[in-house]
């Protein structure tokens, strides 16, 4: 009987690490420390076998390029044949399942995966963006000679922490002062399909939800005392202290919480010190940042929450307990409405029933871009929002901006100073609920801080159509304007439609409202719109579209603002009921979305009928787009759909009595064999 193949583990490592001493690069073994911050998030991160801490790659590094960037290296060696990677159907690492559960067999099984699982913990828990992470294995052919095999991925953000191959190699060479440069300039031309990013993108953005989840009922359940603002304002704190800006604020770690009782050394109030270097360098208006320091400070500086309980206060719990299960997903930059996801989930299962938070319905990322091209947005738009939320839809404008921005600049420089322009002076929201105003700022920091002009008013009462900070005596020249309002206000929240509106001189509005606001509840603001502005398209959403949320019959209202509607002005009425989406509302699922029905060919293809007209017809039918007519003095007929005809015509009849002639030949026909079967059987 055939041994047992033995591991040349020990003989790899000793190849690989002949090879580093040649190149006379410094490099550490498992045992030796690196730098704090790296050997810190490697001792935090889950270890391969599922316990907490104790990652220990075989060999690391930290090598500088000629833009003196520093990136961390992670090596794992394996000793056996076919254990270098393993992949998923599409070609992905694969550390976790389908239902986002992390496969540790994988990851202590196969040299890449362990070393990609590395990476995300410097992802996860440093101010690192991109990391070189390698797999090495090998075995002895039957002549007993040592073959290896290298695999040299990247993690980084740019890819959501998944990994990409980079190429194939024999030795580390790549690594050397001398071709370090060249590997860095190769990572950076690898790219992903759209159709890739926007996969990973969905699976990092479900895995989110179900952190979320976790998070939420860990606190609830395990941390008493806190209320559902505190919960919101230790969420927003600890992401900004941990968000740090390179080369200037360091970020906040949690051995940097000492659970001391000293004051002006309490959890607490280290916090709150970063945060404040955190907002200086971003350079936030020193009223705003005023406000955000003041309003986390009620929740971060209380008694109780800094009071040690064996060695350990209440902040130091919840802030550990925020960075492992959500640390990675702000930490990789994902382009969702995060804060949005974190919200909902929040006040999902609080059950409130009477308070006016349950008004308070965000709006779907894909609903919030279809406003944002239903407004024409582009690099130059002038975007407003007067109950912006959670900023889903300003995050959705700015994210069209800077893509059309990108199109269309081809000069680096001249892209920055724009991206720049755009995010500091080309968006402008409106938040009355303090908790929610938090979360709205805390979003457009975490998407690149277009948070400047987040205004934390009464948009009916208080707001004046003026920048918010540092150019309060000069109008916001909007041009676009999105809403989801609170359903709850004044015609459905046809009230905010009408104020927003007469404060522009051009563009374009859409808002996403209940149906009834268009024929009968907002009748006078209607009227009013209507006198300055006209209607262009009524478009009629699924019932679904809030499922768990609200179950009311929304309609999307768009609107060309600064010319009167006239009454043979024509009107687009789109049935949009299937927008190629299914919808669930399991609580425990891993998703709740699917595309079934070409959703992204729906989406696009109602954008150009409103844009273009009848042309544009392709996927839908004359039945669910109606080109019509509303009475400007009327207000309570936008819901119009297309008209049905009832009356019977010539080829109807012709075809009736076709069919019925059919149907008695085949009768006859059938009767007539019955006939002969009998007469053969006599």
Same mark, same amino acid.
């Given at each position: 009987?055939?041994?047992?193949?033995?591991?040349?583990?020990?003989?790899?490592?000793?190849?690989?690490?002949?090879?580093?001493?040649?190149?006379?690069?410094?490099?550490?073994?498992?045992?030796?420390?690196?730098?704090?911050?790296?050997?810190?998030?490697?001792?935090?991160?889950?270890?391969?076998?599922?316990?907490?801490?104790?990652?220990?790659?075989?060999?690391?590094?930290?090598?500088?390029?000629?833009?003196?960037?520093?990136?961390?290296?992670?090596?794992?060696?394996?000793?056996?044949?076919?254990?270098?990677?393993?992949?998923?159907?599409?070609?992905?690492?694969?550390?976790?399942?389908?239902?986002?559960?992390?496969?540790?067999?994988?990851?202590?099984?196969?040299?890449?995966?362990?070393?990609?699982?590395?990476?995300?913990?410097?992802?996860?828990?440093?101010?690192?963006?991109?990391?070189?992470?390698?797999?090495?294995?090998?075995?002895?052919?039957?002549?007993?000679?040592?073959?290896?095999?290298?695999?040299?991925?990247?993690?980084?953000?740019?890819?959501?922490?998944?990994?990409?191959?980079?190429?194939?190699?024999?030795?580390?060479?790549?690594?050397?002062?001398?071709?370090?440069?060249?590997?860095?300039?190769?990572?950076?031309?690898?790219?992903?399909?759209?159709?890739?990013?926007?996969?990973?993108?969905?699976?990092?953005?479900?895995?989110?939800?179900?952190?979320?989840?976790?998070?939420?009922?860990?606190?609830?359940?395990?941390?008493?005392?806190?209320?559902?603002?505190?919960?919101?304002?230790?969420?927003?704190?600890?992401?900004?202290?941990?968000?740090?800006?390179?080369?200037?604020?360091?970020?906040?770690?949690?051995?940097?919480?000492?659970?001391?009782?000293?004051?002006?050394?309490?959890?607490?109030?280290?916090?709150?010190?970063?945060?404040?270097?955190?907002?200086?360098?971003?350079?936030?208006?020193?009223?705003?940042?005023?406000?955000?320091?003041?309003?986390?400070?009620?929740?971060?500086?209380?008694?109780?929450?800094?009071?040690?309980?064996?060695?350990?206060?209440?902040?130091?719990?919840?802030?550990?307990?925020?960075?492992?299960?959500?640390?990675?997903?702000?930490?990789?930059?994902?382009?969702?409405?995060?804060?949005?996801?974190?919200?909902?989930?929040?006040?999902?299962?609080?059950?409130?029933?009477?308070?006016?938070?349950?008004?308070?319905?965000?709006?779907?990322?894909?609903?919030?871009?279809?406003?944002?091209?239903?407004?024409?947005?582009?690099?130059?738009?002038?975007?407003?929002?007067?109950?912006?939320?959670?900023?889903?839809?300003?995050?959705?404008?700015?994210?069209?901006?800077? #893509?059309?921005?990108? =199109?269309? $600049? @081809?000069? *680096?420089?001249? !892209?920055? /100073?724009?991206?720049?322009?755009?995010?500091?002076?080309?968006?402008?929201?409106?938040?009355?609920?303090?908790?929610?105003?938090?979360?709205?700022?805390?979003?457009?920091?975490?998407?690149?801080?277009?948070?400047?002009?987040?205004?934390?008013?009464?948009?009916?009462?208080?707001?004046?159509?003026?920048?918010?900070?540092?150019?309060?005596?000069?109008?916001?020249?909007?041009?676009?304007?999105?809403?989801?309002?609170?359903?709850?206000?004044?015609?459905?929240?046809?009230?905010?439609?009408?104020?927003?509106?007469?404060?522009?001189?051009?563009?374009?509005?859409?808002?996403?409202?209940?149906?009834?606001?268009?024929?009968?509840?907002?009748?006078?603001?209607?009227?009013?719109?209507?006198?300055? #502005?006209?209607?262009? =398209?009524? $478009? @009629?959403? *699924?019932?679904? !579209?809030? /499922?768990?949320?609200?179950?009311?019959?929304?309609?999307?209202?768009?609107?060309?603002?600064?010319?009167?509607?006239?009454?043979?002005?024509?009107?687009?009425?789109?049935?949009?009921?299937?927008?190629?989406?299914?919808?669930?509302?399991?609580?425990?699922?891993?998703?709740?979305?699917?595309?079934?029905?070409?959703?992204?060919?729906?989406?696009?293809?109602?954008?150009?009928?409103?844009?273009?007209?009848?042309?544009?017809?392709?996927?839908?039918?004359?039945?669910?787009?109606?080109?019509?007519?509303?009475?400007?003095?009327?207000?309570?007929?936008?819901?119009?759909?297309?008209?049905?005809?009832?009356?019977?015509?010539?080829?109807?009849?012709?075809?009736?009595?076709?069919?019925?002639?059919?149907?008695?030949?085949?009768?006859?026909? @059938?009767?007539?064999?019955?006939?002969?079967?009998?007469?053969?059987?006599?």
């Amino acid at each position: 009987m055939a041994g047992k193949v033995k591991s040349v583990e020990p003989n790899i490592a000793d190849l690989c690490n002949g090879w580093l001493k040649t190149y006379k690069l410094d490099y550490k073994l498992e045992q030796e420390p690196l730098n704090d911050s790296i050997d810190r998030a490697l001792n935090e991160y889950y270890s391969k076998s599922g316990g907490r801490g104790g990652n220990r790659p075989d060999a690391k590094l930290l090598l500088q390029d000629k833009n003196l960037k520093y990136y961390p290296v992670l090596i794992e060696y394996k000793g056996y044949k076919d254990k270098l990677v393993k992949l998923d159907s599409d070609g992905h690492v694969e550390n976790l399942n389908s239902k986002n559960k992390v496969l540790y067999k994988n990851i202590k099984d196969y040299a890449v995966n362990g070393a990609v699982h590395y990476a995300n913990a410097i992802l996860h828990h440093t101010a690192y963006t991109e990391i070189i992470a390698i797999g090495v294995t090998g075995y002895r052919n039957p002549s007993g000679k040592l073959k290896h095999e290298i695999g040299v991925y990247y993690v980084s953000k740019r890819n959501f922490g998944i990994g990409q191959k980079v190429d194939d190699y024999t030795d580390l060479s790549f690594l050397k002062k001398d071709n370090f440069d060249a590997f860095i300039d190769k990572i950076h031309t690898l790219s992903l399909l759209p159709k890739e990013l926007d996969e990973l993108k969905e699976r990092r953005e479900s895995e989110i939800t179900a952190s979320l989840v976790k998070l939420n009922n860990d606190i609830y359940q395990e941390e008493k005392g806190l209320g559902e603002n505190d919960r919101v304002y230790l969420v927003a704190a600890t992401i900004i202290a941990t968000l740090g800006v390179p080369g200037k604020v360091a970020p906040l770690d949690k051995s940097d919480l000492k659970s001391s009782t000293e004051h002006g050394n309490r959890d607490g109030d280290i916090i709150i010190r970063k945060i404040e270097a955190f907002l200086s360098e971003k350079r936030l208006p020193k009223e705003k940042k005023g406000l955000i320091v003041r309003t986390l400070t009620n929740t971060l500086t209380t008694d109780n929450i800094n009071k040690p309980t064996n060695g350990e206060s209440q902040l130091k719990r919840v802030f550990s307990k925020i960075i492992d299960d959500l640390g990675i997903y702000y930490k990789i930059g994902l382009t969702t409405d995060f804060t949005g996801k974190l919200f909902n989930e929040m006040y999902s299962w609080l059950g409130f029933s009477e308070d006016k938070l349950n008004d308070v319905v965000l709006t779907p990322s894909y609903v919030a871009k279809l406003l944002v091209k239903l407004v024409r947005v582009n690099k130059d738009s002038y975007v407003w929002d007067f109950a912006t939320g959670s900023a889903g839809l300003l995050v959705a404008a700015m994210n069209e901006m800077i #893509n059309d921005a990108k =199109a269309k $600049i @081809k000069s *680096p420089e001249e !892209l920055k /100073v724009k991206e720049a322009e755009i995010k500091a002076n080309q968006l402008l929201g409106l938040e009355i609920l303090s908790n929610v105003y938090m979360l709205a700022i805390l979003n457009m920091i975490m998407m690149g801080d277009g948070s400047s002009n987040i205004l934390n008013k009464d948009s009916l009462r208080d707001f004046d159509g003026k920048y918010g900070f540092g150019k309060t005596t000069i109008d916001f020249p909007a041009d676009a304007f999105v809403l989801n309002p609170p359903y709850s206000a004044e015609g459905n929240g046809m009230i905010f439609v009408e104020k927003a509106l007469s404060m522009m001189n051009k563009g374009y509005g859409a808002v996403i409202i209940q149906g009834s606001a268009g024929s009968g509840k907002a009748t006078e603001y209607n009227k009013k719109i209507l006198e300055k #502005n006209t209607l262009l =398209a009524s $478009i @009629k959403m *699924p019932i679904d !579209l809030f /499922v768990g949320k609200s179950s009311v019959q929304t309609y999307i209202y768009v609107f060309k603002v600064a010319e009167a509607h006239e009454k043979d002005d024509v009107v687009k009425f789109i049935d949009f009921t299937n927008d190629g989406y299914t919808r669930t509302n399991r609580k425990k699922a891993r998703k709740n979305l699917w595309d079934t029905d070409n959703a992204k060919g729906r989406y696009a293809e109602l954008v150009d009928l409103v844009k273009f007209g009848k042309g544009k017809l392709n996927i839908f039918t004359e039945k669910e787009y109606y080109e019509g007519h509303i009475d400007p003095k009327n207000g309570n007929d936008w819901n119009q759909s297309a008209p049905v005809d009832i009356q019977p015509k010539l080829d109807d009849f012709r075809k009736t009595i076709g069919d019925y002639l059919s149907w008695e030949v085949s009768n006859l026909l @059938k009767s007539s064999k019955g006939e002969d079967k009998g007469l053969g059987k006599q």
